[in-house]
């Protein structure tokens, strides 16, 4: 029976993958679970395990290649692996006589059965062996074997293309493998650099030979029209013209195709926040104590909106052709700044959890997202979503909503600001929340109403729920 293993989708809003390397070659035998490919998307980077057990019997997709989702790669045989397993079970009673007790120990280094050539192929290259009757590994003149650079087709792609030496590029990936993020931070450094230098040199050069590089770029635009554009930045070094990484070049179609979907529409609430700050400040010790992570106020608002969003299921909805699509569990997104972009994990059934469940789920999946650990189903059916840019300082900002959902809460920065209690002027911790919504399904008064639930909700939180 031919089993076939097909493109997954690797998160929500996500139609295609690279497939970036085959763990296994065609022929060889495979187990269910065990790592078959690696693919990567603009969300996640991830190992992608085999359906089932069998030989490899078909690759019809090669490394680097990006397809759709539900694309078949490739074809495992799993009634072969079962007829050489019968083979192999009856061929020794049948024909051979029995093995003297030494021969195990002298058929093991000999690199001929499976399981050798699995040990092989997942030793990285500096540490393999190469038998006397083979040639010794290429070297390059530094004495660095080429062989020893563990990285992908994709990788190796952006190395030609920028014309990069894999070898300056330091690995954070597994046993130091050079990822799609090491090599885009390695191009974005260099590009940087250059255009550093260039700035430098155009500073200098105009005030002294402004005139000889006029004619020059006059001769050079004459005499090879195709390089208009990079003479210009040679000589003016005003621009640069830097291509979009995978993920940036990702969001920015999510996101215009968000906007172009939904009818955007925002309100901004001011919340006092004195009540939260006095308990946030009494718990924060034992907290770290006990759970071994930081309080943080995400938490709160996390909290709060999935209670709020209960009292409110259509902010828990989304939109399918003309109907609404209403969806029981709350899975709340949580936005995550990283180097090279965004990223949105989900916590999955966010309602059944406390403030505290939130705040490790929280932390979590942050973790995880900066150092590339995430799984596919992290960052899959979110319903509702969080970010924070107060972070950084901002009073409030206006976020796009993230399809198919139909609102984002975004949390300005905290701040002590002079407010009016009962006719006096008084000191408290204040912040904006800023709700993006899509008037195709929710009419401003309910996201007022929301709004105001939602303040409420947090202005007069005074139990410490476990």
């Not at 397993?85 to 093991?108: F, G, H, M, T």
């Not at 390089?227 to 995978?246: A, H, W």
């Not at 993006?436 to 202005?459: E, P, T």
């Amino acid at each position: 029976m031919n089993i076939k293993v097909t493109m997954p989708q690797m998160g929500e809003s996500v139609y295609e993958g690279t497939l970036t390397k085959w763990l296994k070659k065609k022929g060889e035998t495979v187990t269910r679970d065990e790592p078959l490919f690696e693919v990567s998307t603009d969300k996640v980077d991830s190992e992608i395990p085999s359906p089932a057990s069998g030989i490899l019997s078909e690759i019809l997709v090669a490394e680097g290649e990006t397809v759709k989702i539900d694309t078949v790669l490739a074809v495992i045989d799993d009634s072969s692996v079962k007829g050489a397993r019968e083979e192999v079970a009856d061929s020794p009673r049948e024909n051979a006589p029995e093995p003297p007790l030494q021969e195990p120990a002298e058929e093991k280094p000999s690199g001929e059965h499976a399981g050798g050539e699995l040990r092989d192929q997942a030793m990285p290259a500096e540490e393999e062996i190469a038998p006397s009757d083979e040639k010794p590994l290429e070297k390059k003149s530094e004495g660095i074997r080429v062989q020893s650079i563990r990285t992908s087709p994709l990788v190796r792609k952006i190395a030609r293309e920028n014309n990069i030496d894999l070898q300056e590029v330091p690995g954070t990936g597994l046993e130091g493998r050079i990822t799609k993020e090491d090599i885009l931070k390695y191009v974005e450094e260099l590009s940087a650099a250059e255009t550093a230098r260039l700035d430098k040199a155009s500073a200098v050069d105009v005030g002294a030979s402004g005139e000889q590089e006029s004619k020059a770029l006059e001769t050079g635009l004459r005499e090879k029209p195709s390089e208009i554009s990079e003479t210009l930045g040679r000589f003016v070094g005003e621009s640069e013209r830097v291509p979009m990484s995978p993920m940036r070049k990702a969001i920015a179609e999510h996101m215009v195709f968000s906007k172009r979907t939904s009818a955007h529409v925002h309100t901004v609430f001011e919340v006092n926040l004195h009540r939260i700050v006095q308990l946030r400040e009494r718990h924060k010790e034992e907290f770290k104590r006990r759970e071994g992570i930081s309080l943080t106020y995400t938490p709160f608002f996390a909290k709060a909106l999935v209670d709020n969003v209960r009292e409110f299921p259509v902010f828990n909805a989304s939109v399918s052709g003309d109907a609404i699509v209403y969806k029981k569990p709350v899975n709340l997104g949580i936005a995550v700044a990283l180097d090279t972009g965004l990223i949105v994990p989900v916590i999955k059934n966010a309602h059944l959890k406390s403030l505290t469940g939130i705040a490790l789920k929280i932390f979590d999946l942050a973790e995880r997202a900066r150092t590339k650990r995430l799984k596919p189903e992290d960052v899959h059916n979110g319903t509702i979503s969080l970010t924070n840019p107060g972070l950084y300082g901002a009073l409030f900002a206006t976020p796009i909503i993230s399809q198919p959902q139909v609102a984002i809460l975004g949390i300005g920065g905290i701040e002590k600001r002079p407010i009016v209690i009962d006719d006096a002027i008084a000191i408290r911790p204040m912040v904006c929340l800023s709700l993006s919504y899509d008037h195709r399904v929710i009419d401003g008064a309910v996201a007022d109403q929301f709004m105001a639930a939602l303040r409420d909700k947090l202005q007069s939180w005074t139990q410490w729920t476990e």
